[in-house]
């Protein structure tokens, strides 16, 4: 419908494909092309003018881009306004175009002498596509990179015990990544909070966490095979560093708080895989923590080890898979009646996220994960496997385009 509407309204601008335009500056004859189908777009990154065409009952304004192209001496036209619904021009100018220069008086002249208007859609930048009444919207993000505020139901099961289902979970963070070159990955984390609400209610919050996926530049072992035609194995270690900082864990079970504060956290890490672009990743990291038990009024050493994976799973970030399995040992702690000494954690989790719809172009998504725990370090609890499962919407405030992101025309 949207087509036909601006197809008829430039087709009315140019009375065929050689008429003289009534709307051009005396001297001028601006010969339109027949509208194509589907429209051309102006293309983002190349040179883009502006110009003053001429008034009409369409396009009041005049007002129009032009992308001109020497060999085939034609000039793609796309209107400086968005239209409205019927097809004529609107007073909101166009979103997220790229800059233009004033096309000079004589220079136009030569173009209107010799070159053939092209009607056309104007140009979006990468992962933004824009419709036949310039209006332009996201289609491509970067889940990566966003601030979001996420709600979902969160039952939990523990063994032996009866089914907690009247529990709530609020989520909140912001992350972002900074690429270092092409061969590191910086990514921060700040203000990544969870909140649980109801039976077994829960808080994790942690003020920032840092990390960087390495990709070498230069295998550090190359082993060589010699049966048949020599061949050469290269074996990378992509080693890189995770550091936490300021961690609050606050659990409620059987009445009781358990409040523990990590204070730092540092780990090693060593990607399995990544993607190209370091975005996505499986990795190992293992190193010790800081911790204060609250509670008790002591610190510990907590070593620990993890294996989590970090996945976008397709070019314009609709699906996203995380997972991980965490162990950690309490050490130097003290003897705490109702507890086991050096007692241990261990914790498992699988999440997937899929972008629903996009409010003002930004994503709401519907997110699905399980979560386990096994843990000896709460007193008297008894050490039993506890599973929750969560399901519920995640809006991101800010999730940019990906570094990846294609022109609309490549869609």
């Known amino acids: 419908m949207m087509t036909a509407v601006l197809l008829a309204l430039l087709l009315s601008q140019s009375g065929g494909p050689e008429a003289p335009s009534e709307t051009a500056p005396p001297g001028q004859t601006m010969r339109f092309a027949p509208p194509e189908s589907p429209l051309p777009s102006l293309v983002h990154g190349k040179a883009i003018s502006c110009a003053s065409i001429g008034p009409s009952p369409q396009v009041p304004s005049g007002r129009y881009r032009l992308q001109c192209d020497e060999s085939t001496r034609r000039c793609l036209a796309a209107p400086a306004n968005e239209l409205e619904a019927d097809g004529t021009e609107s007073a909101r100018p166009l979103e997220r175009t790229a800059p233009c220069h004033e096309l000079a008086p004589g220079l136009l002249q030569r173009l209107a002498e010799g070159y053939t208007f092209v009607p056309a859609i104007a140009e979006a930048p990468p992962g933004w596509y824009r419709d036949e009444r310039g209006r332009v919207m996201q289609f491509n993000f970067d ?27 609020v989520d909140f963070g912001i992350i972002t990544e900074v690429p270092d070159g092409e061969r590191m990955m910086r990514r921060f984390t700040v203000l990544d909070t969870e909140l649980v609400l109801g039976e077994q209610s829960s808080l994790d919050a942690t003020l920032l966490r840092y990390d960087t996926n390495v990709r070498q530049d230069k295998p550090p072992i190359r082993v060589t095979t010699f049966l048949g035609k020599p061949r050469r194995w290269d074996f990378t270690f992509d080693m890189g560093g995770w550091l936490e900082v300021l961690r609050l864990e606050l659990l409620r079970r059987g009445g009781v708080d358990h409040v523990f504060y990590t204070f730092i956290s540092g780990h090693l890490t060593l990607d399995l895989w990544h993607s190209r672009d370091l975005a996505s990743y499986v990795r190992v990291r293992a190193g010790p923590s800081l911790e204060y038990d609250r509670t008790h009024g002591f610190f510990t050493l907590v070593p620990g080890a993890v294996a989590e994976g970090n996945l976008t799973l397709d070019p314009n970030g609709f699906h996203h898979l995380t997972f991980g399995a965490e162990v950690e040992k309490l050490l130097l702690d003290q003897q705490v009646e109702g507890r086991t000494h050096h007692p241990e954690r261990l914790r498992v989790r699988a999440g997937y996220e899929l972008i629903l719809l996009a409010i003002n172009d930004q994503p709401l998504s519907l997110v699905l994960e399980g979560r386990g725990q096994w843990r000896t370090d709460l007193v008297d609890e008894r050490p039993v496997w506890e599973w929750s499962a969560n399901t519920g919407l995640r809006f991101s405030l800010w999730a940019p385009a990906r570094r990846s992101a294609p022109l609309a025309a490549s869609r």
């Open 143 to 169: 889940l990566h990179r966003r601030v979001w505020l996420g709600g979902a139901w969160a039952p939990l099961w523990r063994t032996g015990e009866p089914r907690a289902l009247s529990r709530g979970r």
